[in-house]
């Protein structure tokens, strides 16, 4: 497994990137770069955040939305003419998004993916998540929630006013300032976490938690005790997410069945407003 | 692990619902008693979707963005008098927002995860992603990317026209069709997922597949063979989200560093414009 994971990892960062650009995003160079320079860890996608204005097909169907128009991109914060110059190009319908950092990262073993997750969501990219293929690809997408998504016109006929496009100029470069807060703590939690790793690995050459890839069940049937220190270093390494969540019970019970915990991420209305 | 996965799930159904509303969504009861009725799974949260208008601080602090109000809900339908009369009361930043169906399923093994994750991405559920606890709980969170969220209101007054807000009615509706569209196929998807999985079990007493999690390392530095027959059944039973997802590379990699595989989800525009 070490080995397939060092040869995906070689493959992966020798390939071509397959995106138009060809490169990764200036905000999160300095976060592809630490990943990668960890043998744990290998980016295989990754977006610093972007504005976009769309003008997509007036129907829904999946054949007609795969028609859409690029009219504006950007990766910085957007002016209010960048948008009404490309506003004026739609023949469609138009949807202004505003699309937060994503970032996908292969992971070696299960321990180091969950190390990501718990980092992503301290950080607040509470949609983060695993991905654990049948050849063993272990991957964590570290996701937001989306920002924005505001259809501006209808069979290229705008909809509001140019004062609405302005406030809507303002709140999109809000959501990108936001954004590289987010990616900040990301990446300062991100260092903080593996340094703490490898001084544990110093420490202790098997510390408890590298059972749970060696040997699962033994984590998970695991005596009560052990169970419990782990559980103990999880909670003071999630302690602010726990905070978070708790504050935000107050708001997400509103309307859906739940136990109050793995609902936080999306029916956190409050919070999710600027994320 | 067995033992403890059954008390989890006895101690959550017992439980009262956290939720406000104290029960299940109508239009995901079927999901919810197929799930429960599983050994593999429960479930402890879930939404079906909703329409949500929230009237929140003007300014965008943690603390601020906690004291909003929540001006209209709907998991059905909604009309342009029941967001209207909403707005009318606005005193901060309103704002509207689709929130697609969530579900989060606490599963026995991480095979039963992957399979869930499976059906969520083959049904259309692209943001889907498994948490691995240290003490052994996994949940499999049933994700869409969201769908709207529009800024109507500014210090209670409101920044577009009655018309505009007709408009967005249609939209966040035909957004509502489309989410129940997702759920059926989901529902159609599990049903048929779980039964494949029960004729294996009793074809096969132990199916290739869950040694992966009785033993880890030996799927993960498996033999050749042996993983290709398990990327074969993968490939299978995925088909629709690999052909899904050759299409979107055509869309999604305009501006972002990728391998053009796991950078789908989040950076599908054009495809994602209605989910």
Redesign the interface.
């Known amino acids: ?1 070490e080995k ?1 994971f060092s040869q995906w990892k070689k493959q ?1 960062l020798n ?1 071509l ?9 200036r905000d999160i160079e300095h976060v ?1 770069s630490l990943l990668n320079s960890c043998e744990e860890y290998f ?6 955040g ?1 504005t ?1 204005l ?1 003008d ?1 097909a007036s129907q ?1 169907s ?1 054949v007609q ?4 128009v ?1 009219l504006f ?1 950007s ?1 910085q914060k957007c002016t209010f003419d960048d948008l009404m110059s490309g506003l004026a190009r739609s023949s469609g319908d138009a ?1 202004l ?1 505003f ?1 937060p950092f ?1 970032l ?1 990262v ?1 992971c070696r073993r ?1 321990e180091d ?2 190390l990501m ?1 718990s980092v992503a969501i301290n950080s607040g990219f509470r ?10 690809k272990i ?1 964590t ?1 570290v ?1 937001s ?7 501006l016109s ?1 069979e290229g006929k705008l ?3 140019h ?2 496009v302005r ?2 100029t303002q ?1 999109a470069n ?1 959501k990108m300032e ?1 954004n590289l807060r987010r990616i900040d703590r990301f990446y300062e939690n991100l260092q903080s976490a593996l340094l703490t790793e490898k001084l544990q690995k110093l420490q202790i050459p098997e510390p408890p ?1 590298s059972h ?3 040997d ?2 033994h ?3 695991g005596e009560k005790v052990l ?1 419990e220190e ?2 103990g ?2 909670e003071r390494k999630k302690s602010n997410v726990y905070k978070r969540r708790r ?1 935000r ?3 997400q ?11 936080m ?3 956190d ?3 999710s ?2 994320t």
């Open positions: 497994m397939k992966s390939k990137d397959q995106s138009k650009k060809g490169s990764v995003d592809v980016t295989t996608s990754s977006c610093s972007r976009i769309i997509g829904s999946d939305k795969q028609n859409c690029w991109v990766h949807v998004k699309e994503v996908h292969q299960l993916a969950q997750h949609n983060s998540g695993l991905t654990v293929g049948k050849t063993g991957i997408a996701r929630t989306h920002g924005l998504e505001v259809p209808h909809l509001v006013e004062e609405y406030f809507l709140i809000q936001e938690s749970e890839l060696q699962p069940p984590i998970l049937e169970e782990e559980e270093k999880e504050k019970e107050q708001h019970t509103d309307c859906c069945h739940g136990d109050g915990d793995n609902s991420t999306e029916l209305d409050c919070l407003l600027f």
